[in-house]
Structure formats: structure tokens, C-alpha cells
């Protein structure tokens, strides 16, 4: 009903629609935590960053000199990687986190993907780290980082990573019901507002010219919420990268799946 509402608004209130979708993408949802996820955090070192007019919540849970970040994706939190952090606090791994802009336990605010990513840069020199591992849309974030600051990193896990932004708009018309007009619409507006060209927003682009010794992107073959092609050309275009295809974790549950987190680990350690 929402959908086809949304259809018909796009005809007779074009901008209503575009303001609407327009907050889809940049006032994320935040989902609740599970206890075991907040267990997790509770165990860390809590610290509150200030970073532009957020307040973000970052976390570290220490042990040896090899140290990690981990960049969660669009509406997601540090305590997604519960499972992971677990096993890589096991293995001497220092381990850092946090919620982004208006995500998690961060201060709310509308926020787009290039407060994310500069914060994450921030982050990558602040912590001095030169492992990385990110979920989803925190791979956009983390390669455009990359990009933009020439940073170096020695080795990079990305779980499942979309590749074009302008497939995340396409995603957002589609599933509410918004029309191709509106979604122009909405690209002119994004494109004005940020200063940006959406177009050249692309995860593929970006890893041809960042530096990162060894990567890994592991997808889900059967990904419902970040199609398997979009990692796979990402894959195609980087040349330290290495690809590898799971089955039967889903988008979210690639984060606590055992055989995941063991390729994790091997790929780290080696």
C-alpha cells in the first residue's frame, strides 16, 4: 500500500516524494542490539569522540600490537561484530570500533556517506591502525576514505561491499515505489546539496588507485540486500584483492557465521 501510494505521490507531488526519499538516505534506522552484542560492548574501553556536530561512540578492546578497525554499514553498529571481535580479542588482535554519524550509540543528526567517510579516516590515523575489516556499506565508505587521503593499509576484509551509489538510490526508488522523474529529481538534489557527482561514487573506481597490500571480499552467493555481482566488480577491478563465495549466511549473518569468521582469521594471521 505504502509502495503504490508512494507511486502516485511521485505524480502529483514530485517534491514531497524526493524530500522523502531523500531522508531514507540520510537519517539512518537504528536496530536494537541483542544482549550477547551489548555484552561485547560493555567489555570495551568506552570513549566519546567529537567529530563535526556528532558525538560518536567509539569502542577498543585491547591486546597485542596487530591493531584492527572495524567500520560497520548503513544502519549498523559496532556491536554487529560481537561474534567477530570475540575471536579476534581470542587471537591478540587489538580491536577497535565505533557507531558512526547518528548511528548506534553516536549523538543523531541527518548524516550522509561522506561524514562516514571522513570519519573513518580519522579514525584509520587516529588509532594508527593498518588492518581493516568492514560490513556492506562500510566498504564504500572505507575505500572512498582510501581514496581520498591516501592512505596505506596492510590488509583489508571486506564483508560483502556494494559498488556504485547510484545502485543504492536505484535500491531506495524501487523498493518505496518512486517514479524515474522523482529520482532525477533526487539525484539533482544530492548532487547539489553534497557537491557531488553521484555518478563517480563507484567502490570499483575507487580500488584501482588505493593503497592496500592484500584484501579479501567475502560475499554471500545468494546476498538479498547487496547483489553478489556488485563485490564481484569490485573484485574485477582490484588487483590485490582476492574473492571468495559463501553460501547460507544472508547479508547480516555473514557477521556470525563461524566458517566466515575463520576465513577472517586465516586471511589476518597468515
Not at 65 to 85: C, P, T
Not at 165 to 184: A, L, P, Q, W, Y
Not at 199 to 218: L, P
Request: aromatic share 10%; glycine share 4%.
Amino acid at each position: 500500500m505504502k509502495k503504490k501510494l508512494l507511486t502516485f505521490l511521485s505524480k502529483i507531488a514530485p517534491n514531497t516524494v524526493m524530500n522523502y526519499a531523500y531522508r531514507q538516505l540520510t537519517n539512518p534506522q537504528i536496530r536494537k542490539l541483542r544482549e550477547s552484542e551489548l555484552e561485547i560492548l560493555n567489555n570495551s574501553k568506552k570513549e566519546i569522540f567529537e567529530f563535526r556536530d556528532f558525538k560518536i561512540q567509539t569502542y577498543k578492546w585491547k591486546g597485542g600490537k596487530d591493531k584492527i578497525l572495524l567500520i560497520h554499514g548503513w544502519e549498523g553498529q559496532a556491536g554487529n561484530f560481537s561474534d567477530i571481535i570475540k575471536e579476534l580479542t581470542k587471537n591478540n588482535f587489538s580491536v577497535y570500533a565505533f557507531d558512526g554519524p547518528s548511528h548506534g550509540f553516536s549523538s543523531r543528526g541527518k548524516t550522509s556517506l561522506f561524514e562516514f567517510t571522513e570519519l573513518v579516516s580519522v579514525l584509520i590515523e587516529k588509532y594508527k591502525v593498518s588492518q581493516l575489516i568492514s560490513h556492506s556499506f562500510g566498504g564504500v565508505a572505507t575505500t572512498c576514505s582510501l581514496f581520498n587521503n591516501n592512505l596505506s593499509i596492510e590488509k583489508y576484509v571486506l564483508l560483502t561491499t556494494p559498488d556504485k551509489f547510484s545502485e543504492r538510490i536505484d535500491d531506495v526508488c524501487e523498493r518505496n515505489g518512486i517514479t524515474k522523474k522523482v529520482k532525477h529529481k533526487l539525484i539533482n538534489h544530492i548532487e547539489k546539496e553534497l557537491n557531488i557527482t553521484v555518478s563517480s561514487i563507484n567502490v570499483s573506481d575507487f580500488v584501482k588507485k588505493i593503497d592496500v597490500k592484500q584484501a579479501v571480499i567475502i560475499h554471500d552467493k545468494y546476498d538479498k540486500v547487496v547483489p553478489i555481482k556488485q563485490s564481484k566488480n569490485v573484485h574485477a577491478n582490484w588487483k590485490t584483492c582476492k574473492f571468495i563465495e559463501v553460501e547460507k549466511t544472508g547479508h547480516f549473518g555473514i557477521l556470525k557465521n563461524d566458517s566466515v569468521i575463520n576465513l577472517v582469521l586465516e586471511f589476518l594471521k597468515k
